[in-house]
């Protein structure tokens, strides 16, 4: 897997990449956030590792502009990899605007390389996943192979837009995703698409997944939705 490490901070940027190829990831760095979207178009990371606090562009913007890099075969596509920003700053309102823009996950300094590492991998797993493997929630089965969904062994008619939604809802099982996220993951628009076709989308599935059972999708206001089994 190759991996993008953007920190402005040589010591610390030295210290990432030496403990990520120990554990076997091949690593590219850059220090500010004009040198991360340079990389990132030159090397195609699988997972960008992003500072927040960067010199010129700051890691809100670089996603931003990430999430923008759209572009046509055979050039390198870096619209949809997955990231992870790695900051000193801890307020709840940096990590919300952080996974609203479609960052995957949020790592304050000081850290422990060894959780550091495991939630890199916890990333990779689910965005890198078996496309074809049964998917369950509950009593909610989703077959990407057969194209086939059931809720209580009753089978759901789905359209190819909803069967695509709830897949990435369900490979995110119990994960919030946010509006930007399952735009560029179900409809391929870029982050200035219109998030209000989530909202709709959603509802067409409420009405068909969640009209008799216990409900598994929910809202997370401010940020976007999550699929997950009832409480016990």
């Excluded at 890099?69 to 920003?85: D, I, L, N």
């Excluded at 994960?175 to 998030?195: A, C, E, H, M």
């Amino acid at each position: 897997m190759n991996l993008l490490v953007v920190d402005d901070e040589p010591t610390v940027r030295e210290l990432l990449c030496a403990a990520l190829r120990h554990a076997g990831f091949t690593v590219a760095a850059a220090g500010t956030g004009q040198e991360a979207l340079d990389r990132a178009r030159e090397v195609s990371p699988d997972l960008v590792l992003l500072d927040v606090m960067l010199p010129d562009l700051d890691g809100f913007e670089v996603i931003r502009r990430l999430r923008e890099q759209h572009r046509p075969a055979p050039a390198p596509r870096t619209g949809h990899v997955p990231v992870v920003f790695l900051t000193a700053r801890d307020a709840t309102q940096d990590k919300i605007e952080g996974l609203v823009l479609g960052g995957d996950d949020y790592v304050t300094k000081p850290f422990d390389l060894q959780e550091l590492i495991a939630r890199i991998r916890a990333v990779l797993r689910r965005t890198s996943g078996d496309p074809t493997a049964l998917l369950r929630v509950a009593d909610l089965e989703l077959d990407p192979e057969g194209v086939q969904t059931t809720r209580a062994g009753e089978p759901v008619r789905l359209s190819p837009t909803e069967f695509r939604l709830l897949h990435y809802l369900m490979v995110n099982a119990g994960r919030t995703v946010s509006k930007p996220q399952i735009l560029g993951r179900v409809w391929d628009y870029d982050f200035n698409g219109d998030t209000g076709i989530v909202d709709t989308y959603i509802s067409y599935l409420r009405r068909k997944i969640d009209n008799g059972g216990p409900k598994l999708i929910h809202t997370v206001h401010g940020i976007g939705y999550v699929l997950r089994g009832p409480k016990s």
